[in-house]
């Protein structure tokens, strides 16, 4: 089974999330796609930052009623901060019979190189790739691992979000229904 892998903080998981999530899902051989919640990313430095266990509840309501979607908490077992490279080989590890592939925005893939490793993660794993707004195209567009997909470029931001939150503003349709309860009735965000 093809398994995509949607690594993020999800500080809180978006629509913009779920609809990239569902066209990987639709156009390439992805049968299901899996949000891998990070504890912390390498490259960021958040204070506004949720539990890894209250962001990991938001992702679970929110892929609740779709059965190609699930949480995956890998990474809260694995030394901090989490690499890319360290999270696929502890999953091929743990499901080998499935193929990974890693779904990434093309803002990431224009700094690919940086990554820990990355030559080895272009070597044994597909690269999804989606467009960003204002992302000049990477030279490894062409890398015969990876896939750019077709989807609308969606500037929803989690940062976006918690500001709207903070502001005492509605965040109806920028989040699913159900993380739009858990936050509000949860009160985060609010300082």
């Known amino acids: 089974m093809d398994i995509g892998l949607f690594f993020g903080s999800f500080n809180p998981i978006h629509t913009g999330h779920m609809i990239i999530a569902n066209l990987v899902k639709e156009t390439t051989l992805v049968q299901e796609v899996w949000f891998v919640v990070s504890p912390q990313n390498p490259f960021k430095k958040n204070k506004n930052l949720l ?11 929110a892929v609740t009623d779709d059965y190609h979607f699930r949480s995956c908490d890998v990474e809260f077992n694995m ?5 890319t490279i360290d999270t696929l080989i502890v999953l091929q590890e743990k499901y080998p019979e ?10 990431n893939l224009l700094s690919f190189s940086k ?11 597909r690269l999804i790739v989606y467009p960003r707004p204002h992302t000049k195209t990477s030279d490894l567009i062409n890398h015969g691992n990876v896939k750019m997909i077709e989807a609308p470029e969606m500037n929803i931001s989690a940062t ?23 936050i509000k009735r949860k009160k985060y965000y609010v300082d």
Do not use: C, T
Request: no cysteine; aromatic share 14%.
């Open 51 to 61: 539990h890894e266990f209250d962001r990991l509840d938001m992702v679970n309501v």
């Open 79 to 83: 030394p901090k901060p989490s690499y």
């Open 98 to 107: 499935k193929v990974f592939h890693l779904i990434i925005g093309a803002d």
């Open 115 to 125: 990554w820990k490793n990355y030559k080895q993660i272009l070597a044994h794993f």
């Open 160 to 182: 976006f979000i918690r500001k709207l939150i903070r502001e005492g503003k509605s965040i109806k349709y920028l989040v699913p229904d159900p993380v739009d309860l858990v």
